[in-house]
Every structure is written in structure tokens, then in C-alpha cells.
């Protein structure tokens, strides 16, 4: 099946630093990405949906400039989380999706913790 | 406008028993629909979709799904329990065109052996 890598699987930093999450499918070209945000116990909630070559539509209430999210190429994604406080503390899923008729491929997600 | 509701937020069944999760959806469009599998600390697994084809959908690890248009149901069965099927189960819609999925809330699923 197809295999997402996301990396790092966790990270721990101090409050101003900037994080940078890796996305990247393996073995298949993507057309569109997806980057959820999951809290404790709680479903995805959708960030930000981008196709490659474009810039990343952001969900309501999600601020573009504090998440940055670069769909690089059809197989690569990051997201930046700059200038991180604890409040962004989460885990962090990408997503992609191969086709219009198609499911999305998840990554293993990002464990931040913000100290 | 689509959405997903999944009743029952924590299921528990005994090893060797029924599994039933309830996933209801609306949808102003033919949907299409899937079930994934989250394990603590990892992403989402598709267990299986439907996407008009044979509304029994079959999916991985014995689990399978009926489609209902006349109930708007998608509910997630499996004969017997394992532990190993102990998980979050999300159920989501989507158009089919590309366009974002709709996630519920969730399920957690206790195995009891």
C-alpha cells in the first residue's frame, strides 16, 4: 500500500523556537496534501489543505503565518510551526491523497511538546 | 454540506465478541467513504472504503463495512474481538472529488479479554 513518512516523529523544544515537520509519500505522486492538528482524546482537525505548485488553503481560525506549509514537489510536504509556544504543543498528522477517488494516506504524525 | 457522526464514544467488548461501531453521515452527494484505524502515537490506517461500488465493503484485519443509503449508515463490524483491535476508530466522508474529509469524532474500542 502506500507509505507516507513523516519525520520527526517527536520533538521537544523550548517556547520561540521554530519547528519544521517533514512530509513525504514513498512510493506515489500526490496531488493534494492535508496537515491535521489532533488534541488529546479529540478527532483530526483540519489545518490546511495545498496542491502542488499553489499556495495552501488555511482552515478558519488557523493562522497562515504562524504555520507555514510548503508543498514543495508531488511527493514532498513541510510545515513550519515558527516561533512555537505551548499552546501549539499537539500531534501533527499529514496527509495524501493519491487520486479524487481515492483515500488519504496518513503519515505517523509529530509528537510536539513545547516546553 | 457533509459530516459524520459516530455514536458512542468508548465501546468495550469482550475477546471473541461482536464489534459494531455506529458511523452516521450526511452528504448533499453521493459519498465516499472510509474507516481508519489510529494506534497511540501513529497515524491514521485505512481499514476500508466505499466508494459506489458493493455497498458490503470488506476491508483489512477481518473487519467489514455495509453501506445504508436509506439509514445514511456506514457502521463497522467485525465477528470477533481481538486485543490486538483494541484502537481509535474514525469514520470519514468526503466527496470524492479531492476535496477535504470529514472526520467524527471517534471511538475508542476496549477489548476485554
Known amino acids: 500500500g502506500a507509505v507516507v513518512s513523516q519525520h520527526p516523529s517527536r520533538v521537544i523544544c523550548k517556547s520561540g523556537t521554530s519547528v519544521k515537520i517533514e512530509c513525504r509519500s514513498l512510493d506515489f505522486q500526490a496531488t493534494t496534501m492535508f496537515w491535521y492538528r489532533q488534541f488529546p482524546k479529540q478527532s483530526l482537525m483540519l489545518m490546511a489543505t495545498?496542491?502542488?505548485?499553489?499556495?495552501?488553503?488555511?482552515e478558519q481560525g488557523v493562522e497562515k503565518d504562524k504555520f507555514l506549509i510548503n508543498h514543495a514537489s508531488l511527493t514532498l510536504s513541510t510545515l513550519t510551526v515558527t516561533s512555537a509556544h505551548p499552546e501549539d504543543s499537539s500531534f501533527y498528522i499529514c496527509s495524501f491523497l493519491q487520486g479524487s477517488d481515492q483515500p488519504q494516506h496518513f503519515g505517523d504524525g509529530t509528537r510536539l511538546s513545547i516546553l | 454540506a457533509q459530516s459524520v457522526t459516530q455514536l458512542g464514544s468508548h465501546v468495550s467488548v469482550s475477546e471473541g465478541a461482536l464489534v459494531l461501531l455506529r458511523c452516521n453521515y450526511s452528504s448533499s452527494v453521493p459519498p465516499y467513504l472510509f474507516w481508519y484505524v489510529q494506534y497511540p502515537n501513529q497515524g491514521l490506517q485505512l481499514l476500508l472504503k466505499?466508494?459506489?461500488?458493493?455497498?458490503l465493503v470488506k476491508g483489512i484485519n477481518g473487519f467489514e463495512a455495509e453501506f445504508k443509503k436509506s439509514e445514511t449508515s456506514f457502521h463497522l463490524t467485525k465477528p470477533s474481538a481481538h486485543m490486538s483491535d483494541a484502537a481509535e476508530y474514525f469514520c470519514?466522508?468526503?466527496?470524492?472529488?479531492?476535496?477535504?474529509?470529514?472526520f467524527g469524532t471517534g471511538t475508542s474500542l476496549t477489548v476485554i479479554p
Open positions: 495545498s496542491n502542488e505548485g499553489s499556495k495552501a488553503t488555511y
Open positions: 470519514a466522508v468526503s466527496e470524492g472529488t479531492g476535496n477535504q474529509f470529514y
Open positions: 466505499y466508494t459506489s461500488a458493493a455497498t
